[in-house]
């Protein structure tokens, strides 16, 4: 059982540039979210998507794109990056919303120069 | 703006101590957790508790929450060099479909 999976674990990127971040949960959950953590400011939430084929707008959704075409896929895309995205992206889900607990994934690694 | 900031930021403490971490909030919630991150690794979680709640137990570990200060502890007891991670609070901010995460503590523990 794999939980949470998110790819690629390590990307550079240059200014200008798109790239798109997968994320896959097996673990049937209806809620994803992906969330950027930077040091001295905890983990943002970016977007979230409370079910298939839905998505919403979390803290910092500015620059960020998503998807949920498929229950068990959420995907981040930036369509133009900038080097203040350069950052850690974490993907997680849950079976229920806030209510119930967020199983994580082991994070990508985005630079942008 | 994050919902819960903890404190003190970065905690230093010798094995077989206890670690206490605070964490403040800004709204009403229906619940608040904690977890945990090893350097590099995603979160795992650690300890729920809800709003009527007013203490939680899970092993070494205890939480605490006041609702009307809108705060929340961890105790980890009997500290161990394994305990040394960085740990967060989260709030529901009154919603049930996302969690917010505060700023984080990070925990050393010297063997």
């Known amino acids: 059982n794999a939980g949470v999976t998110q790819t690629p674990k390590f990307r550079v990127l240059k200014t200008g540039q798109s790239m798109t971040l997968l994320c896959a949960q097996d673990?049937?959950?209806?809620?994803m979210y992906w969330y950027r953590q930077d040091p001295g400011m905890g983990l943002r939430l970016i977007h979230y998507?409370?079910?298939?084929?839905?998505?919403a707008k979390g803290e910092v959704p500015d620059g960020y794109n998503v998807s949920r075409l498929k229950k068990q896929n959420f995907l981040l895309g930036l369509e133009s990056a900038a080097p203040s995205q350069t950052s850690v992206y974490f993907c997680?889900?849950?079976?229920?919303?806030?209510?119930?607990?967020?199983?994580f994934g082991a994070g990508s690694r985005l630079t942008v120069l | 703006s994050q919902q819960g900031e903890e404190d003190p930021q970065a905690l230093s403490i010798q094995e077989g101590e206890n670690a206490t971490m605070n964490c403040s909030y800004k709204?009403?919630?229906?619940?608040l957790q904690w977890y945990r991150q090893n350097s590099g690794r995603g979160l795992v979680h650690l300890i729920l508790?809800?709003?009527?709640?007013r203490e939680k137990h899970s092993g070494r570990l205890r939480v605490t929450l006041d609702t009307s200060k809108k705060s929340s502890s961890l105790l980890i007891t009997a500290s161990r060099a394994a305990d040394t991670a960085s740990y967060f609070c989260?709030?529901?901010?009154?919603?049930?479909?996302?969690?917010?995460f505060g700023t984080g503590t990070l925990l050393a523990v010297q063997p």
């Open positions: 508790i809800r709003s009527n709640e």
């Open positions: 998507s409370v079910g298939e084929g839905t998505t």
């Open positions: 709204t009403s919630i229906n619940n």
């Open positions: 673990m049937n959950h209806e809620y």
């Open positions: 989260a709030t529901d901010g009154g919603a049930t479909n996302k969690l917010i």
């Open positions: 997680a889900s849950s079976g229920q919303g806030g209510a119930n607990v967020l199983t």
